[in-house]
Structures are given as C-alpha cells and as structure tokens.
C-alpha cells in the first residue's frame, strides 16, 4: 500500500521554542494532505486540510497562527507548532489520500509525539 | 453532524477465539468505511476499505462488513493472536462537509496467550 513518513517520531523542546514536523507521501502524489492530534486515549481529532500550492484550511477552534502548515510540493506538508506550550503536548498525525478522489483510500504516517517542557 | 460509534470500548479474549467489533454511523451519506490498526504510540495502519456500493472486504483472517442502509459495519477478526492486540479504529469519509473522515472512539482488543 502507499507510504506516508512522518519526522520526527519523537521531540521534546522547551516553552516557548517552535516545532516543526514533517509529512512525506513517498510513493504517491498527494495534493491533500490533512493533519490530526490525537489525545491520549482518545480518538484523532481533525486539525487542518493542507493543500498544495495554497493556504491550509483550519477546523474552528484551531489556531492557524499557532500551527502553520506548508504545503510546497506535491509529496511534503509541514506542520510547524509555533511558541509551544505544555498543552500542545501531543500525538501530531498526518494523512493522504491516494488518487486525490474522495473515494480513495486514506493513509497515515507514523505519527510524532511532542512534549512541551 | 455524522458521528461514529464503537462498541465495545474495550474487550478481552483468549487466543485462539474468533471475535466481531462493532461499528455505527448515524449518516449514511458516505463515500466509505475504513478499519484501522492502532498501537500504542504509533500511527494508523489501513485495514480494510469497503466503498458504498460494497458490501463487505476480506483481507487474511480480517473480515469486514456494511450496511450503508442501517449505518453499521463489523469487523471480524478470526482464530485471534497475541499480536491482533492494538486498538481498532473505525472511520467514515463523509459525502457532505470537508472533514475526510471521521473516526469513532476505537475498541482497545487485548488477546491473551
């Protein structure tokens, strides 16, 4: 099947500090990408739909100011978590669809765990 | 507003046996249901993916069922193993909206050897 990279897998920084993590589709163009936080023990909550070549869009209560997503290319999104703070201590996921039709099979990257000292 | 259930949260069973997890939508208006695969600390793997008009996937000892009419799908999962333990996730992919899926809460699956 298709193969999404996250990196890193794990940061830990201080307050205040700015996050940046990658999202690579390697073996498909994705010109979607989305990206999710999952709390512990809880289900992935969409956090934005990252499109090539365009702004993200942001799901209401998410701050686009405080997680800048870019989308340069056809097969890298990143999300940057701008001056972290403890709460923003999470599982960051990516996904893409293969295809580019709604209908298409969705694929997610490893995740990356950020802890905010 | 769709919304996805899981039942049970949580289930225990001895290797060996087979076992059924279910799954509930309350829109029907879907492109498709996927199962996950979720362990501790790790991204999602992609199980199964049944579009609309199918009614059911199969993929090695994993069956996966729809009812689009009645909103419910299953996942079967046959002869258990120790390394089946994860938690399940499943999600639909909306027809109405820009959220690409939705994800019910998971069923934590705990097999013991």
């Known amino acids: 099947g298709a193969v999404v990279s996250q990196h890193p897998s794990r940061v830990i920084c201080k307050s205040g500090t700015s996050v940046k993590i990658e999202c690579r589709s390697l073996?498909?163009?994705?010109?979607?990408m989305f990206w999710y936080r999952q709390f512990p023990k809880q289900s992935l909550m969409l956090m934005a739909t990252?499109?090539?070549?365009?702004?993200?869009?942001?799901e209401q209560g998410v701050e686009k100011d405080k997680f800048l997503i870019n989308h340069a290319s056809l097969t890298l999104s990143t999300l940057t978590v701008t001056s972290a703070h403890p709460e923003d201590s999470s599982f960051y996921i990516c996904?893409?669809?293969?295809?580019?039709?709604?209908?298409?099979?969705?694929?997610f990257g490893e995740g990356s765990r950020l802890t905010v000292l | 507003k769709q919304e996805v259930t899981q039942i049970p949260a949580a289930l225990s069973v001895p290797e060996g046996e087979n076992l059924v997890l279910n799954c509930s939508f309350t829109d029907s208006a879907i492109y498709n249901l996927q199962w996950f695969r979720q362990d501790p600390g790790k991204g999602l793997t992609s199980l199964l993916l049944?579009?609309?008009?199918?009614r059911e996937q199969t993929s090695g000892r994993l069956n996966a069922s729809l009812d689009k009419s009645s909103g419910r799908s299953t996942l079967y999962i046959a002869a258990s193993q120790p390394g089946d333990s994860a938690t399940y996730l499943c999600?639909?992919?909306?027809?109405?909206?820009?959220?690409?899926?939705?994800f019910g809460k998971g069923t934590r699956l705990s097999v013991i050897a």
């Open positions: 999600a639909v992919s909306p027809i109405s909206g820009n959220t690409p899926l939705v």
């Open positions: 996904s893409a669809r293969a295809g580019g039709r709604p209908t298409g099979e969705l694929f």
């Open positions: 049944i579009q609309s008009s199918q």
């Open positions: 073996d498909f163009q994705a010109t979607t």
């Open positions: 990252s499109n090539e070549g365009s702004k993200a869009t942001y």
